[in-house]
Nanobody
Framework: QVQVGESGGGLVQAGGSLRLSCAAS????????MGWFRQAPGKEREFVAA????????VYADSVKGRFTISRDNGKNRVYLQMNSLKPEDTAVYYC???????????????WGQGTQVTVSS
C-alpha cells in the first residue's frame, strides 16, 4: 500500500471550513481507493469518506454527508477533504489511508499517516 501524510488541520469556530490534504510518497495513489477516517478522544476510529481511483461514486458517512467533500488529484498524488459547516462534534484527529476496495471498513485500509488534528470550537 501507499504511505501517506496528512496536513491542513487546525482550530476553527463552528460553522467554519477547513481543507485537509493527504499526500502520498514512494508510490502513486492513482490505483487505490483512498479513505478519510477520524478518531475523537476516547472513541474508536470511524469512517468519514472514500473515493475510488476514478474519482466518481464517492462514499460518505451519514454524519458528514452534505458538509464534507472528498476529492483527489492523481497527477499531484494527493487526496483532499473539504470540510464545511464544521461542528464541535467533528473535533478529532483525521487520518487518510489506502485500500484496494471501496469500503467503510477500516480493516481494509493500510498505509496510515500520522493524522492531523481538527478542533472545532463552539
Amino acid at each position: 500500500q501507499v504511505q501517506v501524510g496528512e496536513s491542513g488541520g487546525g482550530l476553527v469556530q463552528a460553522g467554519g471550513s477547513l481543507r485537509l490534504s493527504c499526500a502520498a510518497s514512494g508510490r502513486t495513489l492513482s490505483a487505490y481507493v483512498m479513505g478519510w477516517f477520524r478518531q475523537a478522544p476516547g472513541k474508536e476510529r470511524e469512517f468519514v469518506a472514500a473515493i475510488p481511483p476514478s474519482g466518481t461514486n464517492t462514499v460518505y458517512a451519514d454524519s458528514v454527508k452534505g458538509r464534507f467533500t472528498i476529492s483527489r488529484d492523481n497527477g499531484k498524488n494527493r487526496v483532499y477533504l473539504q470540510m464545511n459547516s464544521l461542528k464541535p462534534e467533528d473535533t478529532a484527529v483525521y487520518y487518510c489511508a489506502s485500500s484496494l476496495v471501496i469500503t467503510t471498513n477500516l480493516r481494509h485500509y493500510a498505509g496510515w499517516g500520522q493524522g492531523t488534528q481538527v478542533t472545532v470550537s463552539s
